[in-house]
């Protein structure tokens, strides 16, 4: 189950009922870090499967254990998942999950901590980026500077093809990447409506990566 957001062209919230139950666990602070992996993780095979609904499909000559058919599978070449280092890595866990055959390029990509723009370090993608469809997977989208500047670096690349998935999105993050990229459709599990002073969003889950790997200072 998902819905457009009826303000923001591109935007679909995923609103099915196990994508919100599992979410307002990654929401909640006493949510262990490997219980945030998990359901992270399950989230985003649910956030994939709708974003990847459209993907082409072939026909293949295969036998079953009854009788011959012609069976459907995805067409060749198959998507490229595209975390942002670090915390894309744990939904990158579920897309592949979901579709192991998924080629993998990385994106490594910090936000400096007084301007908040966004600092590349690392990008690693496939030659053929522009005969595939590339799903950029990044937990939190926020003032939206390290999602454009992914765009950005795998346009450049060549990418074509682009869907941006996400766990939770605030508003201010949605429309700046809408704005850099309106031809890039954003996937999320919700939209919060704002950011605060150090740029994460309200009410949020606080910082996705230090949650998933154990790195939360007191």
Request: hydrophobic content about 45%.
């Amino acid at each position: 189950m998902a819905q457009s957001h009826a303000s923001i062209a591109g935007l679909t919230i995923v609103d099915h009922p196990l994508v919100q139950h599992r979410l307002t666990r990654l929401r909640d602070r006493t949510t262990p870090p490997e219980r945030f992996r998990a359901e992270l993780r399950a989230v985003s095979q649910l956030l994939g499967t709708a974003a990847m609904a459209d993907l082409s499909l072939a026909s293949v000559r295969i036998e079953t254990p009854v009788a011959p058919m012609e069976a459907p599978v995805l067409s060749s070449p198959g998507p490229v998942v595209v975390p942002i280092l670090r915390a894309g890595l744990a939904m990158a866990e579920g897309l592949l999950d979901l579709l192991p055959e998924a080629s993998v390029a990385h994106v490594g990509l910090y936000r400096d901590p007084g301007t908040l723009e966004a600092v590349e370090y690392y990008f690693n993608p496939p030659a053929d980026l522009g005969r595939r469809p590339v799903l950029l997977a990044d937990p939190m989208l926020a003032t939206g500077h390290s999602a454009i500047a992914a765009l950005d670096r795998l346009k450049a690349a060549g990418a074509r093809d682009l869907r941006f998935l996400c766990l939770l999105a605030a508003r201010p993050g949605v429309e700046a990447v809408r704005q850099a990229h309106p031809d890039v459709a954003i996937w999320t599990a919700a939209l919060d409506p704002e950011l605060n002073a150090h740029g994460y969003i309200v009410p949020g889950l606080g910082d996705a990566g230090d949650r998933a790997f154990g790195t939360l200072h007191t």
